[in-house]
């Protein structure tokens, strides 16, 4: 059902958001920066999943969506990167840790808080099968208290 909102743009006037967060601990650095993030630091990461759907899909429980639905993906963020050093493709340092045998993941791009809500964006919509009437609208990223960045749907 879509109405007209105040400013004359259709809505729909039935649309729910559900956020689940989960956070993992890494640390990056990126090779083109001219200042700080240049070096190796870390941060406490907060991935925070937003899914928008129109109706409740589960009159008995009241549910558009199960968070519990999003633990496979969950599991593989933390797998994949929590006590990681995340860092560009070449990077010589990323190279000396890996071969001491340190967790190391090595991406195409450089690691900013903006490209890895991206990829973890992409990640999710392949790896998990929303129905119909449920998709992800925002996949946000906090590093630290006072800074993150966000992947919208557009």
């Known amino acids: 059902m879509f109405s007209w909102n105040y400013r004359g743009i259709w809505y729909n006037k039935n649309m729910f958001t559900l956020t689940k967060s989960f956070?993992?601990?890494?640390?990056h650095r990126l090779l083109h920066h001219a200042w700080v993030?240049?070096?190796?630091?870390?941060?406490?990461?907060?991935?925070?999943?937003?899914l928008c759907c129109e109706e409740i899909a589960d009159t008995k429980t009241g549910f558009t969506y199960d968070h519990k639905l999003l633990k496979p993906f969950i599991l593989f963020v933390e797998e994949q990167y929590d006590h990681a050093f995340?860092?560009?493709?070449?990077?010589?340092?990323g190279e000396f840790l890996q071969n001491k045998g340190h967790k190391v993941?090595?991406?195409?791009?450089?690691?900013?808080?903006?490209?890895?809500?991206?990829?973890?964006?992409?990640?999710?919509n392949h790896m998990i099968h929303l129905p119909d009437w449920v998709f992800l609208q925002e996949l946000h990223i906090q590093e630290t208290p006072t800074a993150g960045a966000s992947w919208r749907r557009g």
């Open 23 to 27: 956070h993992f601990a890494a640390a």
């Open 37 to 50: 993030c240049h070096n190796v630091h870390g941060h406490n990461f907060v991935v925070t999943l937003t």
């Open 86 to 93: 995340l860092t560009e493709q070449w990077d010589e340092i």
């Open 105 to 124: 993941v090595f991406f195409p791009f450089p690691p900013s808080t903006e490209l890895l809500a991206q990829h973890l964006a992409n990640d999710f």
